[in-house]
């Protein structure tokens, strides 16, 4: 209820500057390996095939103005509240992914799903640049599968193996202050 006016006003915003359809919607893997559909504001050009799990790593061409703005202050995220209120993601735990990297390393994957996927997690928080470093990556699909995704499973693992309500409680409070170190500094 509290940030209804924002989604709102981000809502509006998206359809004024950039059409329709406001939101984007795309499969993705939960707990226990179940697949749901995740909800973001939509911050780039439309792409048929995108919400089928589509990879599209470091291109930056189909980023709209507006989308910059938001994917800066992870506005574009507020959405998944939604998804959090219908149980398929947490506020906090690993993201999220795509079926075609999930099976890329299914054993890892089967201990992160043990628990829910989050909006935010130690891994959101350190790689906050990911799309600026796969955007300079000559080939940022094999840069994400081979570099960036195994670190991120390294951080997802440590985080299910250590997680509790306290450290979610001060991951809440990191994420928001990268968000506005982040966005101060571009």
Known sequence: ???????????VAVAVADGFPVFFRQMRVGQRGRDF?????????????????????????????LGRVLRRFKLDELPQLWNVLTGDMALVGP??????????????????????????????IVFLDEEEVLARSPDPERTYAEEILPRKLAL???????????????????TLVALTRSGAMK
Do not use: C, N, Q
């Open 156 to 174: 997802y693992e440590e985080y299910v193996r250590t997680r509790s309500f306290r450290g979610d409680l001060k991951l809440l409070g990191r």
């Open 37 to 65: 559909r995740i909800l973001k504001y939509r911050t780039m050009s439309v792409l048929p095939g995108a919400e089928r799990g589509r990879f599209d790593a470091g291109t930056v061409r189909r980023v709209t103005a």
């Open 95 to 124: 993201r999220p992914e795509v079926r075609k990297w999930v099976e890329a390393y299914p054993a890892r994957w089967a201990f992160v799903h043990t628990v829910a996927p989050g909006m935010t997690d130690p891994a959101a």
């Open 1 to 11: 209820m509290v940030l209804s006016p924002l989604l709102l006003a981000v809502g």
